[in-house]
């Protein structure tokens, strides 16, 4: 039986009882070991920083914040892509007894705005002049920031309150001591990317935090040996806990990507052993094997189709849930000739690969499972600090979350609702009784609006309590499984479907532009919403179709060329659809679909 990552020796709460102490106790432990590995800009190249080499620098950004005059419990706000400097922020402001407030980079400016100024953050951390420009209006507005530090130099930034870090951490006397933090005390107040309304500020506590990463190490083996590969935003609780703090526990190595358009080629120097990831990673790299193969003769296409049906055949049988056939002969051949090929690409040593954050399609976990890929899906919610259940390598049910991780406890309330009680739930919602009083039962479980069922100890995801569609034929319909459907189409970069109160179901989609500009070519048509192109993807995604039932299939569908994004407010930070928004933007369009059919309906009749 392996051992988990707890007896290869990872740093216990009770042993450093707060993250901060997490931190300190690591760099006693292996100071000259390399801690996390980045893109030097100004060099041109990957460098190393060892955990020592952290510790010095957090010493002095925390004499720094004293300068400041805050006090513990003042809020601290970062708005900045995964770095070395994140790490050293989050620490100095956890020396000082400060709370941390993540702010996503890529996040719109009235969303960061709304969230300093609820969250009476007093200080704010950025990268560089385009992050400047893009808040200093939201700045203006706060009073409460006293100080803005820029990792760029900004010229003129027409603020006195803007610093460059040179001349902010400027003292040379580090400060010695540290706040004496508790483990029930806040460390963190993440806001949730709402699909609707404003976010809410969630606090988590050092113990939150901590008990969730160590509950995770109870499931697999991670050593000082690995090295992580960071691209998830920090500001998102799972890249937090899994990403971050997780491998500070066991001295593993983190390196930061520089960005997801250089994803490709940092997998290639990197090579990382452990990923964290959220499923559009997966669907976009999915996408691009598929139209590569949409370019090679037949026997390219229908060896790669079976090299991943004989290492689909190969897991279920390794997982005990099918039979050893003939054809699993054939792997090792296969996966000389595609598999390891196709791996290398990513790297070719990722021993653990986790995606989380959004529902997981089969088909996509079906293709990386029959390359060789080890990828569990887990599921959580930054409420949970976030971890509630992952799949195992032993027991990997990809169909499902998961089962819960050591000391969740779990069970199906009204309405097939998930409720969830463990040391991760959070303290609340900061300055939000009411929002707070809600989400928990009478009896302290978490509610955590999720639909599921129980299979054998995995939690399968069934649904959103408020996403349920109810036709005016009285027929309920979950939308996820056939917007999942939708966007496995390489054409199909996001999808919504539409039919509450209505006779049928409608989809709204946003096409792919690579895969449009192909398409658009082949079908000789100039715009996306031609009617030609409606009938196209209905045929394409026909067969995807068959498993549900017949009132839950998608009968007509409007398709976008504009893409859905963060800057233009039709998707949240994490990349999750706003479904609010987009069906205002695009009510008259579906509408339309719906009169159409009824006229067609009277013509015919």
Not at 342 to 364: E, F, N, Q, W
Request: hydrophobic share 40%; charged share 25%.
């Amino acid at each position: 039986m392996k051992k988990s990552m707890i007896d290869a020796g990872a740093i216990t709460p009770e042993e450093a009882h707060t993250l901060h102490n997490l931190f300190t106790h690591r760099v006693k432990l292996t100071p000259d070991s390399i801690a996390y590995k980045h893109f030097d800009k100004a060099m041109g190249e990957w460098a190393d920083l060892t955990w020592s080499d952290m510790e010095r620098k957090i010493r002095r950004w925390s004499a720094a914040f004293a300068n400041e005059g805050l006090n513990p419990g003042d809020r601290v706000a970062i708005c900045l892509a995964n770095s070395p400097e994140w790490v050293l922020f989050d620490q100095a402001a956890m020396r000082n007894g400060l709370i941390t407030v993540p702010l996503y980079a890529n996040d719109s400016a009235g969303s960061a705005g709304y969230i300093l100024r609820h969250s009476g953050a007093r200080f704010l951390l950025i990268g560089d002049m385009l992050t400047w420009e893009k808040l200093k209006e939201e700045v203006a507005e706060t009073p409460d920031i006293k100080r803005v530090v820029t990792l760029d130099r900004i010229d003129e930034s027409g603020d006195d309150r803007v610093s460059h870090v040179d001349d902010w951490a400027v003292s040379e006397n580090s400060r010695e001591e540290s706040w004496l933090a508790k483990p029930e005390d806040l460390v963190t107040i993440i806001y949730t990317s709402g699909t609707t309304g404003h976010p809410k500020g969630v606090m988590l506590s050092h113990h939150n935090i901590f008990s969730n990463a160590i509950a995770g190490l109870k499931t697999a083996v991670v050593t000082a040996d690995d090295i992580f590969l960071s691209f998830l935003p920090l500001s998102h609780a799972l890249e937090r806990t899994i990403g971050y703090y997780l491998p500070v526990t066991v001295g593993a190595k983190v390196a930061y990507a520089r960005s997801i358009p250089d994803l490709a080629e940092d997998l290639l120097t990197v090579r990382p052993t452990f990923l964290v990831s959220v499923p559009r990673i997966f669907e976009r790299v999915q996408a691009k094997i598929s139209a590569q193969l949409e370019e090679k003769p037949p026997f390219a296409r229908k060896l790669f189709k079976l090299a991943v049906e004989t290492g689909w055949k190969r897991f279920l049988w390794k997982q005990g849930r099918g039979d050893f056939t003939p054809a699993i002969l054939l792997w090792p051949i296969l996966n000389q000739l595609v598999a390891k090929k196709l791996m290398a690409k990513l790297g070719g040593r990722i021993a653990l690969a986790i995606s989380g954050g959004a529902p997981l399609s089969t088909s996509v976990s079906k293709t990386f499972i029959g390359l060789g890929l080890n990828l569990l899906q887990g599921y959580g919610l930054t409420e949970t600090s976030p971890v509630i259940a992952v799949n195992r390598g032993n027991n990997n049910a990809p169909e499902t979350v998961g089962s819960p991780l050591p000391g969740v406890a779990i069970r199906v309330g009204e309405s097939d609702e998930l409720q969830v009680n463990s040391p991760g739930v959070m303290l609340g919602y900061w300055k939000d009784e009411d929002a707070t009083r809600e989400i928990f039962t009478s009896d302290g479980f978490l509610r955590t609006g999720d639909r599921v069922c129980v299979e054998d100890g995995n939690i399968r995801i069934i649904g959103r309590l408020k996403e349920i569609i109810i036709m005016s034929t009285g027929e309920k319909a979950p939308p996820g499984d056939m917007e999942m459907a939708l966007e496995s189409l390489a054409l199909v970069e996001k999808a919504i479907v539409y039919g509450e109160g209505k006779p049928f179901l409608t989809a709204a989609l946003s096409l792919n532009e690579e895969e449009w500009k192909k398409t658009s070519e082949t079908l000789e048509v100039t715009s996306a919403d031609e009617a030609v192109v409606e009938e196209f993807i209905l045929k394409e995604i026909a067969p995807l179709m068959r498993t549900f039932p017949s009132y839950a299939r998608v009968r007509r569908l409007f398709a976008t060329e504009e893409q859905w994004t963060i800057d233009n407010g039709l998707l949240t930070p994490t990349l999750k659809v706003k479904r609010s928004k987009i069906s205002e933007r695009y009510r008259n369009e579906i509408e339309r679909l719906y009169k159409k059919n009824l006229n067609e309906r009277r013509k015919d009749s």
